[in-house]
């Protein structure tokens, strides 16, 4: 039986349990996005070039319930030592926006607290950007902190303003001079599992090549959080606390071409800024996918979606974002979703969830699908919306299956 006796098939069935299952419209039939293109590509060809790289990964649309921050500064909490260090010292972190942001770039460094320090126990990366719209937002924040122009009270960590990056040839530039710290503190409860099951986290659990997740000590990621200065030290710039973060796994030898991506929602659980991660974690996330849909070829689309650290959902909490009425709820293991171009069935997607989850705290759904007639390729998000206490952690997987 060949693929388009299959999707007849297929549609007669549809036809027949009517609104039984949820259906989702191609809503465009334009031109494909290079940046979409780019998904088509093997993972080495995308792990060997940071801009393509970088490209695909600012395709991710992250929101959070509270993305609007009504603070500019938080500081230490260390009773009233931490608030005269803030209030005559100037020793705290400064929003350089009132909204939360989203930042893409390819990684420097990363590292780690060895030990917990108050509540403190950080995760960082520095990254640098190949994309401008980027690179010159962090120019904005080094600008803003030459006009501070604080100094670190370590001497071996004193800066000289007058040199790069505060001073630049803008057609001239070394984009590693141009580095985001993003910093987090993740749940003392959950640091172990964090650590074997999303991204390193003890002091011993070793580096990004090593974890069965990167494979990749440069690694191309996306951040989301609130992007400020840390004047506890030299007021440089960072994304300090990152919410969300997530990244597609590619290294240079890896021929393959599913798209792995790992997602993770995160609550700052030092006690430094209260005002600026409120428990639950509520928010959404779209992931970008590109499938190539041919009637003559018995291929069919997988997506599938593994759970891994998580704490409480919240159901009533997500009712405070704006959902789509068509949406998926993850308590089947498998389920079929029929993509509709007008009338006809176009193709469909089987989605799997590794284990299934009696919740309406998270959910799912597919947007801005557009099927590209003249390259046969059906682009478009897969959607997750969650509330829950502390964190969410997931990964996805987009394959193929076969009809034969």
């Given at each position: 039986?060949?693929?388009?006796?299959?999707?007849?098939?297929?549609?007669?069935?549809?036809?027949?349990?009517?609104?039984?299952?949820?259906?989702?419209?191609?809503?465009?039939?334009?031109?494909?996005?290079?940046?979409?293109?780019?998904?088509?590509?093997?993972?080495?060809?995308?792990?060997?070039n940071d801009s393509i790289n970088e490209l695909i990964v600012d395709l991710a649309e992250p929101m959070l319930l509270d993305s609007m921050i009504e603070r500019k500064k938080q500081h230490h909490k260390l009773g009233p030592l931490g608030w005269f260090a803030h209030a005559f010292g100037g020793f705290n972190w400064r929003a350089l926006s009132m909204k939360k942001e989203k930042f893409v770039g390819t990684l420097l460094r990363n590292s780690r607290s060895g030990r917990e320090e108050y509540t403190e126990y950080d995760i960082n990366f520095d990254i640098n950007f190949n994309l401008k719209k980027y690179l010159w937002r962090v120019f904005d924040a080094y600008d803003r902190q030459k006009q501070i122009h604080r100094q670190d009270l370590r001497r071996s960590h004193r800066r000289n303003y007058d040199t790069i990056p505060f001073v630049r040839d803008t057609f001239n530039i070394d984009k590693r001079n141009y580095r985001l710290h993003c910093e987090l503190t993740p749940p003392r409860a959950y640091r172990a599992p964090l650590n074997y099951s999303f991204f390193p986290t003890l002091p011993h659990g070793g580096g990004l090549k090593e974890h069965p997740n990167f494979e990749n000590d440069k690694p191309t990621m996306g951040f989301y959080g609130t992007f400020c200065l840390d004047c506890n030290h030299s007021c440089h710039p960072e994304l300090h606390p990152y919410e969300w973060v997530w990244w597609l796994k590619n290294n240079d030898t890896d021929q393959t071409d599913d798209k792995v991506w790992y997602v993770g929602l995160f609550h700052e659980s030092s006690n430094r800024m209260k005002k600026w991660s409120i428990n639950p974690m509520t928010g959404t996330i779209a992931i970008p996918f590109a499938f190539t849909v041919d009637e003559e070829d018995p291929i069919y689309h997988v997506i599938e979606v593994e759970h891994l650290v998580f704490n409480n959902f919240l159901e009533e909490e997500l009712k405070k974002v704006n959902l789509p009425a068509a949406l998926i709820q993850p308590n089947e293991t498998h389920q079929e979703i029929p993509i509709m171009a007008g009338d006809s069935l176009l193709t469909r997607i089987e989605l799997r969830f590794m284990r299934s989850i009696s919740t309406r705290g998270l959910q799912y759904w597919f947007s801005k699908l557009n099927f590209d007639e003249e390259s046969k390729l059906l682009t478009g998000y897969f959607n997750i919306a969650?509330?829950?206490m502390d964190l969410y952690t997931t990964k996805i997987k987009f394959t193929k299956g076969y009809d034969y």
């Open positions: 039986m060949n693929r388009k006796t299959i999707l007849l098939l297929f549609t007669t069935i549809l036809l027949q349990t009517s609104l039984a299952q949820t259906t989702y419209p191609v809503s465009s039939f334009e031109k494909t996005p290079d940046a979409f293109r780019y998904l088509l590509l093997q993972n080495n060809e995308i792990s060997l969650v509330s829950a």
